[in-house]
């Protein structure tokens, strides 16, 4: 339940944040609801705070959650340092102030056309609108809102496969794509179509010749994501959309969650047809995101949820006001504020590598070492991945993509890239973002080092390397005899 909090309570809490986790002067404000008519903001202690530990909790906007504490869950002052922005970023607090009206007194629907409430509701969704469709050099009447990048995917590549089904049949993706894709693809084999899946080089990235062999007469659509969510890897969009061009009715989907509002983004320059977007990567809020499909030359599809007809007809349902504004804000904060986080996050990722690889032998990059810089993924020679995983318990890392992280297989992406199974199963991904600090990079530098050298200490393959053997060379089936 909720309960509130006073705002001596909140300033008490800033006041206890440790001191030397925070540069003297810097301050941000956060949202603190002060009544039903409108949302105020208090001062804190900036979350852009090189040496800050801090991060933006509910009881410092104002209210607090009271939930029943179940056996093994953590106690705020235990709180793991997050470094998992690929599974789903912290909402900026100017997001949350965004957002809280249109959870209070302005709760109109925005599919309500006579009356004032619909209207401020419906402009706010058109404003919301805008921020997107800037953010990625589209029309604001390209955008549609959906729940989230999955329903996204879902649209496109079904949408487009189904209405083109008379005469196409093929589809081609590549075996890297996010699971919701792949998965897509694969019930609409199970419906009779036919889909490639393209192999990556042993960097991640897709070759264009191998691209341009499979594209057949019957190939309705081509879907290749921006960057991967689990290697960061870029794939060359822009040339792959130049490439489609020249094939007249193939049209270009690219799941561009972990891309958009991180790195430069342009429809019109890459020859985008649809792209797929999601809130919660981009520091909005989760359960919203937005599809671009193209007008001009209009891209045709077939809805998959069929209603009121809101969404130019392709995804009907009454929208979520607050939820369209806080994507609308985020995305608005995002184009403003893309090129100093790229900076800070290079700054940060370049440290990161550089102490764990002056500390540590035998770590591998895996991917393009040119890739988005705030998704790291490491291999570690010689250490078991889960019992590395579960020796981080400060650190709340992932494995692999969070839709696949409960899975105990090796990372299929690692295994596309040439990875042995042994190398994906001691994977780590780190994930950098807007919030995060030099601090906690040196926290976490410091607990990986000494944690690897633990297990290896440990392991019999790494004593086994230290006295020189080649453990490649060792036929295993023969040495248990």
């Given amino acids: 339940m909720l309960t509130r909090v006073s705002r001596t309570a909140v300033r008490s809490a800033a006041s206890k944040i440790n001191p030397h986790a925070l540069a003297a002067g810097a301050r941000r404000g956060l949202v603190q609801p002060s009544g039903a008519d409108r949302a105020s903001v208090v ?7 090189e040496e800050s530990h801090f991060t933006p909790r509910s009881d410092m906007l ?13 106690k705020e002052k235990t709180r793991p340092i997050y470094l998992d922005m690929q599974a789903t970023t912290p909402v900026d607090p100017r997001v949350l102030d965004a957002m809280l009206p249109y959870f209070t007194d302005q709760f109109g629907n925005p599919h309500s056309r006579t009356h004032a409430y619909g209207w401020e509701a ?9 921020h997107v469709a800037d953010l990625i050099g589209a029309d604001a009447k390209d955008i549609v809102f959906t729940s989230g990048a ?37 019930k609409l084999q199970e ?40 290697t960061g890897v870029i794939q060359p969009i822009k040339e792959i959309g130049a490439l489609l061009r020249k094939h007249r009715g193939v049209y270009l989907h690219t799941d561009a969650a972990q891309a958009v509002g991180k790195i430069p983004v342009d429809v019109n320059e890459m020859n985008i047809d649809l792209m797929s977007i999601s809130g919660h990567k981009l520091y909005g809020p989760k359960g919203i995101g937005a599809a671009y499909v193209r ?21 009907s349902g009454t929208l979520s006001t607050p939820l369209v504004v806080g994507i609308g804000e985020a995305a608005r904060i995002a184009k403003m504020e893309m090129d100093r986080d790229h900076k800070r996050i290079t700054e940060l990722s370049n440290h990161l590598l550089q102490s764990i690889n002056s500390q540590v032998e035998h770590v591998v990059r895996n991917g393009d070492p040119y890739g988005y810089p705030g998704c790291v993924n490491l291999s570690f020679s010689y250490v078991e991945g889960e019992s590395l995983l579960m020796a981080l318990k400060d650190i709340a890392l992932s494995s692999g993509s969070a839709c696949t992280s409960a899975s105990l297989e090796p990372s299929y992406v690692l295994r596309a890239l040439g990875a042995a199974e ?15 600090t030099k601090a906690e990079i040196d926290f976490v530098v410091q607990h990986i080092v000494r944690t690897v050298h633990k297990l290896r200490e440990m392991s019999p393959l790494w004593e086994m390397v230290q006295e020189g053997i080649d453990i490649n060379s060792i036929d295993w089936s023969q040495a248990q005899h």
């Fill in 422 to 436: 042994d190398m994906a199963h001691s994977s780590l991904r780190f994930g950098i973002g807007r919030f995060t």
């Fill in 122 to 130: 419906e402009q706010a969704v058109e404003d919301a609108r805008k």
């Fill in 43 to 49: 001062d804190l202690p900036s979350t852009y705070t």
């Fill in 150 to 186: 999955t329903e996204t995917n879902n649209m496109a590549i079904k949408g487009v496969a189904h209405f083109h089904q008379g005469k196409k049949k093929h589809i081609i993706t590549t075996q890297t794509e996010h699971k919701c894709v792949l998965d897509s693809c694969r």
């Fill in 191 to 230: 419906e009779g179509f036919d889909v490639t899946y393209l192999p990556v080089e042993q960097n991640g990235i897709v070759s264009l010749e191998t691209l341009e062999a499979a594209i057949r007469p019957d190939t309705s659509l081509v879907s290749i994501m921006t960057v991967n969510n689990e």
């Fill in 295 to 315: 007008r001009r030359p209009r891209v045709r599809l077939e809805p998959i949820i069929n209603g009121g007809g809101q969404e130019r007809g392709l995804r």
């Fill in 62 to 74: 104002g209210f607090k959650l009271a939930m029943p504490v179940r056996e093994g869950s953590m």
